[in-house]
């Protein structure tokens, strides 16, 4: 079992953005990114391997706020950070997520439970 914390994930508006029929990961989606290998490399060392088999993922998200949010959205940009930073070779590896919202948290707060699964 891995367990990371990370910063509130940005919305998906603002993690990605679309130029005519391209996609791109804008600059607070690489900053996540980013952050994300860190915590990961603190976690895990710096010479990790990524899993390679099936994973379950929870996700118990402290949101930085009382706004209304779709918990749904926070599952996609964190298997997309968690595949960057080299977790595991794919987020087509998630076939569990689980995804609990608290009560909020100056600042907001991710904490990612990662479970290889048989």
Known sequence: MIMLTLGFPPSLNTYWRRTGSRFYVCERG???RKDTRKAAVMALGF???PIRGSVSLTLDAYPPDRR???LDNLGKAVGDSLQHARVFLDDFQVDELHIIRHVP???GKLVVTIEELE
Do not use: H, T
Request: proline letters at 0%; glycine letters at 8%; a neutral charge.
């Open 47 to 49: 010479a990790y391997e």
């Open 68 to 70: 209304k949010r779709d």
């Open 105 to 107: 948290v100056l600042g």
């Open 30 to 32: 690489i900053q996540y």
